[in-house]
């Protein structure tokens, strides 16, 4: 684990309250919008950071992702250029932990050693690479641990005990559960359900467990984060960006605050969750 990932999430364990882990699209509706919002995350309450990588056929993700992704792509986003907001981001910040998520495509065409190295050097955390299951690790997933880069496997509620052990083998920094099944942006589930699924998954690692999928209000972000070491919150953030854009798909002076009071509120929400959970 990375010094970076590991003392945040130790922070939040000392703090005894969950992690709030928020995702957007790197690009997503232009670069310097985009690297705006990113600066903004930190201070309105996010502990971690998922820097989404658009690609043009993203098979996990539902359709605010979908189209964020295509309006990052239509604005120039590159790979290159998703790398270079979390270089520019950590001129100002050198202790949020953040993480890639994406698909292995545009990494493969980026080349992995040189995406690799380049990754590190931008203050890269962690890797989450959703269509790479982990009979393919060598791909990625052992390059990246052998650099010094985590790599956060996702597990789900079809994921047995069987395979949870495959799944956990190579994964690091923290293991993300995928609170359903199907595709981002879906209906949350029972949070009970969930408190069941992170206490099976914690008999199995030592690692945080962070949850996503489905989280979009302050109220679900604190009964999530009762149980879990961790809420992720993607779709919500991905929905307020686009709700504030001009109908050509322009950003707004109302862009990053808004981003910035939803965000602000999902923090108050995990904030109390332990509170909630001990009452």
């Known amino acids: ?9 130790a922070d939040m364990t000392a703090e005894g309250r969950p992690a709030l882990v928020t995702y957007f699209m790197g690009g997503d509706p232009d670069f310097d919008t985009s690297l705006a919002i990113m600066k903004a995350l930190p201070k309105a309450g996010a502990d971690v950071i998922e820097l989404g990588m658009p690609f043009s056929d993203p098979m996990a993700d539902g359709p605010a992702i979908q189209l964020a ?14 790398l270079e907001l979390a270089r520019l981001f950590r001129r100002d910040d050198q202790q ?6 994406g698909y292995y495509n545009p990494i493969y065409i980026y080349g992995v050693d040189r995406f690799l190295t380049d ?82 998954i914690k008999a199995h690692t030592q690692l945080p467990v962070c949850v996503g999928f489905g989280v979009k209000t302050a109220e679900q972000a604190r009964a999530i984060g009762a149980s879990a070491d961790g809420v992720v919150v993607g779709t ?26 939803l965000v602000m509120g999902l923090s108050a929400g995990v904030r109390a969750a332990r509170l909630a959970a001990a009452e």
């Open 236 to 261: 919500a953030i991905v929905n307020q960006i686009a709700s504030s854009l001009t109908e050509e798909g322009h950003a707004t002076d109302a862009t990053v605050p808004g981003v910035e009071a």
């Open 96 to 101: 949020t932990p953040i993480v890639l998520m």
């Open 1 to 9: 684990m990375t010094a970076r990932m590991e003392k945040r999430l």
């Open 119 to 200: 990754a590190l050097a931008a203050g890269i955390d962690g890797l989450i690479v959703v269509d790479l299951p982990p009979e393919m690790d060598d791909e990625l997933c052992i390059p990246a641990l052998d650099k010094g880069i985590n790599f956060i496997r996702l597990a789900t509620p079809t994921t047995d005990d069987r395979r949870l052990p495959k799944v956990l083998e190579n994964t690091s920094g923290f293991v993300y559960y995928v609170s359903m099944t199907g595709i981002t942006g879906s209906a949350l589930p029972d949070p009970s359900l969930i408190a069941g699924a992170v206490e099976r």
């Open 69 to 82: 992704g295509q309006r990052s792509l239509k604005a120039g986003q590159t790979l290159a250029k998703t």
